[in-house]
């Protein structure tokens, strides 16, 4: 009669090194699962909105403050969220009172020359997407979205 054959050490190692891969990977997308879409934005909210896909006029898209304004005054230190909650994309993007038109008509497409440090959102896509800055510099800020030139706004930090 033979005697039994022995099992590797090496299978077995294997067997657990896998075990523990799988776990590792399991419990990193169980806490992906958990962490995702749960963090509310925090700080002042303004909203990029829009009636729908179209925007082609300041009566279909525009920014609001927590007023309903797209000019605003805050406080040095404030974080502001901008939230898309429309259909369309938008950013809000510094630019320079000089390229705001008589009326604001336009927008403001001119980078900012007010030696205030700039701030871009970057394209947000629209559905309650969005992007904290912080106006931590006092001053004027003069914003419009890239996408809607004539979409454009003002917030004061004395």
Same mark, same amino acid.
């Given at each position: 009669?033979?005697?039994?054959?022995?099992?590797?050490?090496?299978?077995?190692?294997?067997?657990?090194?896998?075990?523990?891969?799988?776990?590792?990977?399991?419990?990193?997308?169980?806490?992906?699962?958990?962490?995702?879409?749960?963090?509310? *934005?925090?700080?002042?909210?303004?909203?990029?909105?829009? !009636?729908?896909?179209?925007?082609?006029?300041?009566?279909?898209?525009?920014?609001?403050?927590?007023?309903?304004?797209?000019?605003?005054?805050?406080?040095?230190?404030?974080? !502001?969220?901008?939230?898309?909650?429309?259909?369309?994309?938008?950013?809000?993007?510094?630019?320079?009172?000089?390229?705001?038109?008589?009326?604001?008509?336009?927008?403001? *497409?001119?980078?900012?020359?007010?030696?205030? *440090?700039?701030?871009?959102?970057? !394209?947000?896509?629209?559905?309650?997407?969005?992007?904290?800055?912080?106006?931590?510099?006092?001053?004027?800020?003069?914003?419009?979205?890239?996408?809607?030139?004539?979409?454009?706004?003002?917030?004061?930090?004395?």
């Amino acid at each position: 009669m033979q005697a039994p054959v022995a099992k590797p050490k090496n299978r077995n190692l294997i067997l657990i090194g896998i075990v523990i891969i799988v776990l590792i990977v399991v419990g990193a997308g169980v806490y992906a699962y958990v962490n995702t879409g749960n963090n509310t *934005p925090q700080g002042t909210k303004f909203t990029m909105w829009d !009636v729908g896909a179209v925007c082609s006029s300041a009566s279909q898209c525009g920014f609001k403050d927590p007023s309903g304004n797209a000019n605003s005054t805050i406080t040095t230190g404030t974080v !502001v969220y901008w939230a898309n909650t429309g259909k369309a994309s938008h950013s809000a993007t510094s630019c320079d009172s000089a390229g705001v038109a008589s009326g604001g008509t336009i927008g403001c *497409p001119v980078p900012n020359a007010g030696n205030l *440090p700039g701030f871009d959102t970057g !394209v947000v896509a629209g559905g309650s997407n969005t992007k904290s800055i912080t106006f931590n510099a006092a001053g004027t800020y003069y914003y419009f979205c890239t996408v809607h030139a004539f979409m454009h706004g003002k917030i004061v930090v004395p």
